[in-house]
């Protein structure tokens, strides 16, 4: 029994071969040690069994801090590519946070940010939230550990153009264009009934030095830059307001696989360059998602023993 330290005396022994005449019930020997060694494992457990769960809690909250973490989607506004929806199951996504420490978002990225001062609180979420403040505060809890409804300032749309690019519609070919160059975007979702001849014409915008414009897969049905062209950077987004880069869809299991970030800017999709290097920050966040693996094991299995039968009688 790895959390108590077995006497090496020949009575502490039960299962020594040929019995122990000190081991008879009548005897009070090895039977009495062994109810022993058992209360001493379940008050082990009862003891440790808080310091586990916060073990837990503090590595789940550095992972989802500083490596990756898992986020909800409820809007419809990134169809088909991220499921969010009435009356569907909402894809949850692994955002790695790592990625962006090192270099800056690129045309084609899945981003999830959170929304400059003008953009509001993202309609499409906050009215999930309860009005009482204790229900409230759960849900805050659940979203800051991935299993509820996102904050609602945090909005998830994929990067059309970074700083210094400029953006606009173009109404005769019904396509986006960046810096006078149409995009190849096969990602576009058109909702039935609806087709590019429905996009409301915008631009020519230029992108401020360290922002984005940034907009929604699903493209009629999308509140993005286009949406907040009023304020006074034009709809773009700050890049140091940028949280990661949507990676893999994690849940449901149905729907398990990596997310498209084809670069709607380039003619040829160039594979050379990052396929090792993109999996990097996603294995970082997996690796370290390992110590709190190991710590819901541990207080399963410490768990599973304290409240176990006890052997003898």
Same mark, same amino acid.
């Not at 409230?136 to 904050?151: E, F, K, M, N, T």
């Not at 493209?219 to 286009?226: E, G, K, L, P, T």
């Given at each position: 029994?790895?959390?108590?330290?077995?006497?090496?005396?020949?009575?502490?022994?039960?299962?020594?071969?040929?019995?122990?005449?000190?081991?008879?019930?009548?005897?009070?020997?090895?039977?009495?040690?062994?109810?022993?060694?058992?209360?001493?494992?379940?008050?082990?457990?009862? *003891?440790?069994?808080?310091?586990?769960?916060?073990?837990?809690?503090?590595?789940?909250?550095?992972?989802?801090?500083?490596?990756?973490?898992?986020?909800?989607?409820?809007?419809?506004?990134?169809?088909?590519?991220?499921?969010?929806?009435?009356?569907?199951?909402? %894809?949850?996504?692994? &955002?790695?946070?790592?990625?962006?420490?090192?270099?800056?978002?690129?045309?084609?990225?899945?981003?999830?940010?959170?929304?400059?001062?003008?953009?509001?609180?993202?309609?499409?979420?906050?009215?999930?939230?309860?009005?009482?403040?204790?229900?409230?505060?759960?849900?805050?809890?659940?979203?800051?550990?991935?299993?509820?409804?996102?904050?609602?300032?945090?909005?998830?749309? *994929?990067?059309?153009?970074?700083?210094?690019?400029?953006?606009?519609? %173009?109404?005769?070919?019904?396509?986006?264009?960046?810096?006078?160059?149409?995009?190849?975007?096969?990602?576009?979702?058109?909702?039935?009934?609806?087709?590019?001849?429905?996009?409301?014409?915008?631009?020519?915008?230029?992108?401020?030095?360290?922002?984005?414009?940034?907009?929604?897969?699903?493209?009629?049905?999308?509140?993005?830059?286009?949406?907040?062209?009023?304020?006074?950077?034009?709809?773009? &987004?700050?890049?140091?307001?940028?949280?990661?880069?949507?990676?893999?869809?994690?849940?449901?299991?149905?729907?398990?696989?990596?997310?498209?970030?084809?670069?709607?800017?380039?003619?040829?999709?160039?594979?050379?360059?990052?396929?090792?290097?993109?999996? &990097?920050?996603?294995? &970082?966040?997996?690796?370290?998602?390992?110590?709190?693996?190991?710590?819901?094991?541990?207080?399963?299995?410490?768990?599973?023993?304290?409240?176990?039968?006890?052997?003898?009688?």
């Amino acid at each position: 029994m790895a959390d108590v330290v077995p006497s090496t005396a020949p009575q502490d022994d039960p299962d020594r071969a040929g019995g122990d005449p000190g081991g008879s019930p009548d005897s009070g020997g090895s039977g009495s040690s062994s109810g022993g060694r058992r209360t001493k494992r379940k008050g082990s457990f009862w *003891r440790e069994f808080p310091l586990l769960v916060l073990t837990a809690l503090v590595l789940t909250f550095l992972i989802q801090t500083f490596l990756a973490r898992v986020y909800v989607i409820p809007s419809q506004s990134m169809e088909t590519t991220l499921h969010g929806c009435g009356g569907c199951t909402n %894809d949850r996504v692994l &955002v790695d946070k790592v990625t962006y420490r090192f270099s800056d978002p690129a045309p084609g990225d899945v981003v999830v940010f959170k929304g400059p001062d003008s953009w509001g609180r993202n309609v499409e979420v906050a009215g999930s939230r309860s009005s009482n403040p204790v229900v409230r505060w759960l849900q805050d809890v659940g979203s800051a550990l991935g299993v509820g409804q996102p904050d609602e300032r945090d909005f998830v749309k *994929r990067v059309i153009a970074v700083g210094g690019q400029t953006v606009e519609w %173009d109404p005769e070919a019904k396509r986006v264009r960046v810096d006078g160059k149409l995009l190849d975007e096969p990602y576009v979702h058109w909702e039935e009934g609806t087709g590019p001849e429905n996009v409301e014409a915008f631009g020519p915008v230029t992108v401020p030095p360290g922002r984005l414009w940034v907009m929604g897969d699903n493209r009629n049905f999308s509140a993005d830059s286009r949406a907040h062209m009023e304020d006074d950077a034009q709809g773009t &987004v700050p890049v140091e307001n940028v949280i990661g880069k949507a990676r893999v869809i994690v849940l449901p299991p149905s729907r398990w696989q990596g997310i498209d970030d084809h670069n709607p800017q380039a003619s040829v999709s160039a594979l050379g360059v990052g396929v090792w290097q993109a999996a &990097v920050p996603a294995g &970082v966040g997996v690796v370290g998602a390992f110590p709190v693996l190991w710590a819901g094991r541990r207080i399963g299995r410490r768990l599973r023993r304290a409240l176990q039968p006890s052997s003898h009688e």
